[in-house]
């Protein structure tokens, strides 16, 4: 990312450029491209399918009461990492070989679900980009959720990774699958 991102508005602004984008990238990709598979890397459908599933509980834990947010994990006990520094960890541990727990591990996926994952992901999208409107920037600060590679993360910081991460799943389906 170019823009400098941190505060609640930037941090809505690029979720919503990351998703709009790649929602808008995948219904232009061809048909026969949605579940084509290269070298055993996840298909377009298959990375689809994961970033629903990693972004949406973000987004359904943004909706519970905050309450029960501190109870079952806590609130920060330390300062924020910025978006570097929190990609950084991130990257390193996938350099080290770390990989997608199962939970988040897509199935096979078929043409014949692309309109209702596509429109899936950007509901998922939509909903928790609103989602951020309800909190302040201590908030965001304050609690926190667990990530399955990178342990407990505020709210800011699992924001920011999920920005990174699904232009991460963007680049890599640019690289092998593009619309061309």
Request: charged share 25%; net charge negative.
């Amino acid at each position: 990312m170019d823009t400098i991102i941190n505060n609640k508005e930037s941090i809505q602004s690029a979720l919503k450029e990351q998703i709009e984008g790649l929602v808008n990238w995948i219904a232009n990709q061809k048909d026969a491209q949605f579940e084509f598979s290269l070298d055993g890397k996840w298909s377009t459908g298959q990375q689809l399918e994961h970033l629903i599933k990693s972004t949406g509980p973000v987004g359904f834990a943004m909706n519970m009461p905050k309450n029960v947010l501190e109870e079952k994990f806590g609130s920060g006990e330390y300062s924020n990492r910025n978006y570097t520094e929190v990609i950084t960890a991130y990257k390193k541990l996938l350099k080290e070989g770390a990989q997608s727990t199962s939970k988040f591990v897509p199935e096979v996926v078929q043409v014949a679900q692309k309109s209702e994952l596509l429109e899936g992901f950007g509901e998922t999208g939509k909903a928790l980009v609103i989602t951020i409107e309800k909190w302040s920037e201590e908030e965001l600060d304050k609690y926190q959720l667990p990530h399955p590679l990178l342990g407990k993360l505020t709210i800011r910081e699992m924001l920011l990774f999920t920005v990174d991460h699904i232009q991460h799943h963007w680049n890599s389906l640019k690289a092998n699958y593009s619309i061309v």
